[in-house]
């Protein structure tokens, strides 16, 4: 057996190995560092698991600590993978840090509240969103902070998570190996596979998947037009947090961040809680598909390379 063609194809390592090595170390990661941190700061005192996350300060900061933990094994382990196996520096994955990024970051952000506010008009002129209240008029007020951190984390976890996994690796993987198209297309549709949620709910099952694919397109062309991972880490983020602190998924007292909402409607229609985008959101998602192409025609085209 030839052992240079099994690892190797032509000059460069295949795809496979470093998307393995990078499984093994978030797996090695999680169970020798983010639950064994988990515990032991349970033993001491400092923090408790037990109790509701999004709203006492001992749970929310157990969560929050294993959460960013989590994020930055997870961030090292890409990083470490792609320096080892392919040879590449951090630079790789998209982050830099030039005069820009702060802006490319706060862009992102902004676009991703237009992909929830959009939806949320929409369902608000139908009468399929209405406001409860505020957060503190069903709790007291002091968990409004340990909720709007445990958001914060819990969006920030998975915007860096999926984003350096999605696109800074496996994107540019297959960009470099064949080219833009067959990464962004290939790193969209893996995305869109892993975000499948399945038959056991009401949401249609073929709408969850091609949304959440449209979506991972939506990250890559974001990170193709600024050539970064901050536009991209930025929407997704804000994606997350506005949904939590906005209700836009429709929360209950004891789910949300700040306001607390209802989300009536088709279910095909309004925003849900299934793992894929209603149609509502999907037109939040191609508006700004949109604008990302009209803020960057001058400089990519379509964005789109061969």
């Known amino acids: 057996m030839n052992f240079k063609k099994l690892l190797y194809y032509g000059d460069n390592i295949r795809i496979l190995w470093p998307t393995l090595m990078i499984l093994v170390l978030i797996i090695i990661g999680e169970m020798l560092v983010v639950d064994p941190i988990g515990i032991v700061l349970e033993k001491v005192g400092l923090v408790d698991g037990s109790g509701p996350v999004e709203h006492e300060w001992p749970s929310a900061l157990h969560d929050v600590l294993k959460r960013s933990i989590r994020s930055i094994l997870v961030l090292l382990s890409v990083a470490f993978t792609i320096k080892l196996l392919m040879g590449h520096s951090h630079r790789f994955m998209g ?10 970051l706060g862009l992102g952000i902004f676009l991703g509240f237009i992909i929830q506010i959009i939806p949320l008009l929409i369902m608000l002129s139908f009468g399929w969103y209405s406001v409860e209240g505020w957060l503190w008029e069903f709790k007291l007020l002091n968990v409004l902070m ?100 906005l209700g836009t998924v429709g929360v209950s007292p004891d789910e949300a961040t700040l306001l ?36 960057k025609k001058n400089q990519h085209g379509l964005g789109v390379g061969e």
């Open 95 to 104: 982050i830099t840090f030039e005069r820009n990024w702060i802006r490319h």
């Open 260 to 295: 607390v909402t209802k989300v009536e409607g088709p279910v095909m229609l309004v925003v849900t809680k299934s793992g894929g985008a209603s149609i509502l959101e999907l037109v939040g998602y191609i508006s700004v598909f949109v604008i990302l192409l009209f803020l």
């Open 146 to 245: 340990p909720a709007i951190l445990y958001s914060t984390i819990f969006s920030l976890e998975t915007a860096i998570i999926e984003e350096s996994i999605f696109r800074g690796f496996l994107m540019n993987a297959f960009t470099e190996r064949y080219n833009i198209r067959t990464g962004l297309v290939v790193s969209s549709i893996v995305f869109g596979l892993l975000h499948f949620s399945g038959f056991s709910n009401d949401f249609p099952w073929w709408l969850s998947l091609s949304s959440a694919t449209l979506a991972g397109f939506v990250f890559g062309q974001a990170y193709l037009l600024y050539d970064n991972i901050w536009v991209p880490l930025g929407i997704h983020f804000a994606i997350h947090f506005a949904a939590r602190t």
